[in-house]
């Protein structure tokens, strides 16, 4: 499945149906008067949450949406039709952003939440409505209340509790293909990771959704490299893994620069948690790994965990650190009847 994060589409409410302009008409009644139905309302856009889904791709092929409008009213005071609803499914963690990206509209951070986007227009009056003592025969109707319309950016920020960052080639890869059922791309070149992949960890008993995004450069927050554009898919995360390649020159001008790039992207991303393991230990000698432990520790002023994703060495340790600044298992929401629906996913 292709991987996409962002989306624009246009939304239109359905219109309200217009109102009827109808007179009784039957045998031996001499005043019949008006009785023209209402017209129905039309139909809202709404937008619902649904599991399982970590892509936009689906709305790169569909970009229209419009709910239908309401139907005329009628004679015998009968009332349009309703338009239906239009539900348009998004994954979970999908912000919808106005056109110029500057508000987030909604933020569906939950499976099954529903919103109202866009409201139907209210259906217009009939002439029965406007019957008076003074006017017992009135021939106006109203024509139903427009739709709304806007075009509006999809933006989809993975839910994860943990976040793994760092420089191209620092190991991420490898260590969620090591502690997950993820089948990430690993290779000897930058880049290898061009989009971003979940992971599920199991560990203790519980569970726990890891994010890898594409390594940062310096300058990423510039547009180098692939930049910071994946940066957003670990907004929400609880901890960030700071890995930092031992076998390199410099490991701690490599974590100062990968700290720089979050400093520059904003969001709150350099306050979070963080874990910092030393990878790929198993590479270099035991006594040249104490002393970029220390000079880490002395740099980061935090634990820094030896560790190979290639090799198993360390894994244990740095998945109960990342279980213990996660903290408590969240409750996952349920029905009243405590059972919970298989979801079909559509974009409608």
């Not at 547009?223 to 410099?250: M, N, S």
Request: aromatic letters at 6%; glycine letters at 14%; charged letters at 25%.
């Amino acid at each position: 499945m292709h991987f996409l994060d962002q989306a624009k589409i246009f939304v239109r409410s359905g219109a309200g149906g217009p109102g009827a302009v109808a007179f009784r008409r039957e045998k031996f009644i001499e005043y019949g008067g008006p009785n023209g139905g209402n017209g129905g309302k039309g139909g809202d856009i709404i937008f619902e949450a649904v599991a399982g889904l970590n892509t936009l791709i689906d709305f790169r092929y569909t970009q229209h949406f419009r709910a239908p409008r309401g139907h005329g009213g009628s004679g015998s005071n009968m009332t349009g039709a309703g338009g239906d609803d239009l539900v348009i499914k998004v994954p979970v963690g999908t912000q919808v952003l106005s056109e110029d990206k500057e508000e987030v509209l909604a933020d569906f951070t939950v499976a099954g939440q529903r919103e109202v986007f866009l409201r139907g227009g209210d259906g217009g009056r009939g002439n029965a409505s406007y019957k008076t003592s003074t006017n017992r025969t009135p021939r106006q109707h109203g024509t139903g209340w427009p739709s709304e319309e806007a075009w509006v950016w999809l933006r989809l920020k993975l839910l994860a509790d943990a976040g793994l960052v760092g420089l191209p080639n620092a190991g991420k890869s490898t260590f969620i293909n090591a502690v997950t059922n993820a089948k990430a791309k690993v290779g000897d070149y930058p880049f290898t990771t061009v989009r971003p992949q979940l992971g599920v960890v199991s560990r203790h008993n519980r569970e726990f959704v890891v994010a890898d995004i594409p390594g940062l450069i310096e300058g990423a927050a510039d547009g180098a490299g692939i930049g910071d554009r994946f940066l957003g898919h670990i907004e929400r995360c609880k901890v960030l893994l700071h890995l930092v390649d031992a076998t390199e020159e410099d490991p701690v001008g490599n974590y100062r620069i990968v700290r720089g790039e979050l400093e520059a992207y904003g969001a709150g991303l350099i306050d979070k948690p963080q874990v910092i393991g030393l990878n790929k230990v198993d590479a270099i000698e035991p006594d040249a790994a104490k002393k970029l432990i220390t000079k880490l520790k002395r740099a980061s002023k935090a634990d820094v965990l030896p560790m190979s994703g290639a090799g198993g060495d360390g894994l244990e340790a740095v998945l109960d650190r990342l279980l213990e600044v996660i903290g408590p298992a969240a409750t996952a929401p349920v029905r009243d009847d405590g059972k919970e629906d298989p979801i079909e996913w559509s974009p409608l």
